[in-house]
């Protein structure tokens, strides 16, 4: 095929590193094959015959079909044995993400999993960057790179220490549920700065027209662990997830409370770079996920 493009044996051979015998030898042995003269010469160059045009255009055919044949398979085989790299912020990467995960792996075994679990924004700027296939977020941020859209709905819940006195009124029933006006006296204990459970609580306090500035935070912490432990040592109260007490080991000396405010919801999002094309083994989970019925089963 490149003789015909080139129409120069020389240059063939010198782009293939064989020599220019070698290359007419080949030819030779395709004119004896068919029985007709496939190349003629016309002053300094090759000219195809007609005979030499039709298996020129047959070639191309067939090359087209094995780089076709190689790519399907290669589509099959990275579906099957691809990579995949997870990112998600706290609460999906800590409390949701583990039990999807173990089911996808019973589907697709031979798909390595890689996942990093770190605040809202990290999550979104390594998925901008490319580094993170998929990642999992607590909070949405427009970003030209990333494309994603609505996952779960998130409930907000109150959590105090079981000694205080919002949780010896919730055990009597005489209160189920606590209005955010109520608690601007307590001391807080926040997420840090970068979390989007973080920034869920600030919107819901603003909601109520109360700045996180104007309250007594006795800690910012870096893991919601870290703030289930000092809400738990009487450091102060929080605002987390529900996903985080919903397995709450129940010796835990922490209550939890419903916030009795319609805008105590907020939004988990799936999110990935914005591109053309995606590895099959990303594709696989993203349409996974999406077909889940009830992530709340795991």
Same mark, same amino acid.
């Given at each position: 095929?490149?003789?015909?493009?080139?129409?120069?044996?020389?240059?063939? =051979?010198?782009?293939?590193? &064989?020599?220019?015998?070698?290359?007419?030898?080949?030819?030779? $042995? &395709?004119?004896? *094959?068919?029985?007709?003269? &496939?190349?003629?010469? !016309?002053?300094?160059?090759?000219?195809?015959?007609? =005979?030499?045009?039709?298996?020129?255009?047959?070639?191309?055919?067939?090359?087209?079909?094995?780089?076709?044949? %190689?790519? =399907?398979?290669?589509?099959? $085989?990275?579906?099957?044995?691809?990579?995949?790299?997870?990112?998600?912020?706290?609460?999906?990467?800590?409390?949701?993400?583990?039990?999807?995960?173990?089911?996808?792996?019973?589907? *697709?075994?031979?798909?390595?999993?890689?996942?990093?679990?770190?605040?809202?924004?990290?999550? @979104?700027?390594? @998925?901008?960057?490319?580094?993170?296939?998929?990642?999992?977020?607590?909070?949405?941020?427009?970003?030209?790179?990333?494309?994603?859209?609505?996952?779960?709905? %998130?409930?907000? @819940?109150?959590?105090?220490? %079981?000694?205080?006195?919002?949780?010896?009124?919730?055990? !009597?029933? @005489?209160?189920?549920?606590?209005?955010?006006?109520?608690?601007?006296?307590?001391?807080?204990?926040?997420?840090?700065?970068?979390?989007?459970?973080?920034? +869920?609580?600030?919107?819901?306090?603003?909601?109520?027209?109360?700045?996180? #500035?104007? &309250?007594?935070?006795?800690?910012? =912490?870096?893991?919601? /662990? $870290?703030?289930? +432990?000092?809400?738990?040592?009487? *450091?102060?109260? $929080?605002?987390?997830?529900?996903?985080?007490?919903?397995?709450?080991?129940?010796?835990?000396?922490?209550?939890?409370?419903?916030? %009795? #405010? /319609?805008?105590?919801?907020?939004?988990?999002?799936?999110?990935?770079?914005?591109?053309?094309?995606?590895?099959?083994?990303?594709?696989?989970?993203?349409?996974?996920?999406?077909?889940?019925?009830?992530?709340?089963?795991?």
């Amino acid at each position: 095929m490149r003789v015909v493009e080139t129409q120069n044996l020389s240059r063939t =051979a010198e782009e293939f590193e &064989l020599s220019q015998p070698a290359i007419t030898k080949q030819i030779q $042995a &395709l004119e004896d *094959m068919y029985g007709v003269l &496939l190349l003629e010469r !016309s002053g300094r160059k090759l000219k195809t015959t007609e =005979a030499g045009e039709v298996l020129y255009e047959c070639a191309r055919e067939i090359i087209k079909v094995i780089e076709r044949t %190689d790519k =399907a398979m290669e589509e099959v $085989a990275e579906s099957r044995k691809g990579s995949l790299y997870l990112g998600a912020s706290t609460i999906p990467g800590q409390y949701i993400l583990p039990y999807i995960i173990k089911n996808f792996k019973d589907k *697709m075994p031979y798909i390595s999993i890689s996942m990093d679990i770190a605040d809202t924004e990290r999550i @979104v700027n390594r @998925v901008a960057d490319r580094e993170i296939d998929i990642g999992i977020v607590g909070g949405w941020t427009n970003n030209r790179k990333i494309d994603g859209y609505q996952w779960l709905e %998130d409930e907000l @819940v109150l959590i105090v220490p %079981d000694s205080h006195k919002l949780a010896v009124s919730q055990k !009597s029933d @005489v209160k189920a549920k606590v209005k955010i006006a109520e608690l601007v006296h307590e001391k807080w204990i926040f997420r840090e700065k970068g979390s989007g459970t973080r920034r +869920a609580a600030e919107e819901l306090l603003l909601s109520n027209g109360i700045k996180k #500035d104007n &309250l007594n935070v006795f800690l910012e =912490a870096g893991s919601t /662990e $870290a703030v289930l +432990a000092a809400v738990e040592t009487g *450091m102060g109260i $929080a605002i987390v997830s529900s996903w985080a007490i919903s397995r709450l080991d129940t010796h835990r000396k922490i209550r939890s409370l419903t916030i %009795d #405010d /319609e805008n105590a919801r907020r939004i988990l999002y799936i999110i990935y770079p914005k591109q053309k094309t995606r590895r099959k083994s990303v594709d696989a989970f993203l349409e996974y996920i999406k077909k889940l019925d009830d992530v709340n089963k795991f």
